[in-house]
């Protein structure tokens, strides 16, 4: 953001935008109103929203979204496919080249670090080295890496950690020494305008109640029985959260309620690892709170007058 005299903030409508923060916590609705007012290309930095099949409890755009504005990388990866924060990086450049100014917004911190601060060029992990992983319990994995890459990295994110064994694995080097050696980043923090949105636990944790009940209207249940075929807790599209504990669900495992209170327990807990983790590395970005009445109105435009 471009402050001017009076300490107002303007967003330019021909800088990339960046809007992180965690679950429920609007910004897909910040970055809708966004794009409608200034125009570009909405773009998902969501690591779940960008497989099919679970659109619902990803809470991916819905058809009035997708009309209302561009919308980029979204559902375009098959429910059973590996997708790593290099094949998003890969997937997100040619958007910040491209015609349309860029509104990246989601709820994976990962995304957004790669993006802004490199990532470094690390080997696929081998199909056997991905099972092996799958067959070992989060305290076998943490006991295997170093204290350093232990450090970096969310240590109860079942996939994070697993993600830096298999690097370990598969490389014979660890995360963090990967890490230590990332080239440039492809957009730097200097070149966008950066939003995180500080979302309250009270205030937040009620959204996200709101929500999951919204989604059990909408159809999710449905949405769970037409993937119970396909089902496999192995795959990455498995971990949205909901997915597992209507799974569940419906192979009587547990009753609705249970599956209702689990889902919105586990989501609960994501949003604080997500609050954690934009505390310590968004110390640089332009932090707004969500819970404002009128959170568009915390910004504003270029071509709007300073009061």
């Keep these: 953001m471009k402050p001017d005299p009076q300490g107002a903030s303007y967003l330019l409508p021909d800088r990339p935008v960046l809007i992180a923060g965690p679950t429920a916590s609007g910004k897909s609705a910040l970055a809708l109103h966004i794009a409608k007012t200034q125009g570009g290309v909405i773009v998902n930095a969501d690591a779940l929203q960008v497989f099919d099949g679970w659109r619902i409890l990803t809470a991916r755009p819905d058809d009035a979204d997708l009309m209302a504005a561009d919308h980029a990388l979204y559902g375009h990866v098959p429910f059973d496919a590996d997708y790593s924060v290099g094949h998003w990086l890969r997937d997100v450049t040619p958007y910040l080249t491209g015609s349309k100014r860029p509104i990246i917004v989601g709820g994976t911190g ?107 209207d909408q159809g999710a249940l449905d949405e769970a029985r037409a993937m119970l075929p396909k089902w496999h807790p192995d795959h990455l599209s498995s ?69």
Aim: net charge neutral.
């Design 110 to 216: 990962l995304n957004f670090n790669a993006l802004t601060q490199g990532l470094a060029d690390i080997p696929a992990t081998p199909t056997t080295v991905r099972q092996t992983a799958n067959a070992q319990s989060l305290p076998d994995l943490l006991a295997a890496l170093d204290s350093d890459t232990i450090s970096r990295i969310d240590q109860q994110n079942r996939m994070r950690v697993q993600r830096a064994w298999e690097v370990l694995q598969t490389t014979g080097k660890s995360l963090a020494a990967w890490q230590d050696t990332t080239p440039p980043p492809l957009l730097p923090l200097s070149k966008a305008t950066c939003i995180t949105l500080d979302a309250p636990k009270d205030w937040l944790n009620s959204r996200i109640e709101q929500r999951f009940d919204l989604m059990l």
């Design 239 to 307: 971990k949205a959260i909901g997915a597992p504990e209507l799974i569940a669900h419906l192979k009587g495992q547990m009753t609705l309620i249970e599956a209702r209170d689990a889902a919105i327990i586990a989501s609960r807990q994501y949003a604080k690892r997500q609050r954690t983790w934009f505390r310590a590395r968004h110390k640089e970005w332009h932090h707004i709170a969500a819970d404002s009445p009128d959170l568009s109105a915390t910004l504003r435009f270029a071509d709007e007058p300073a009061d």
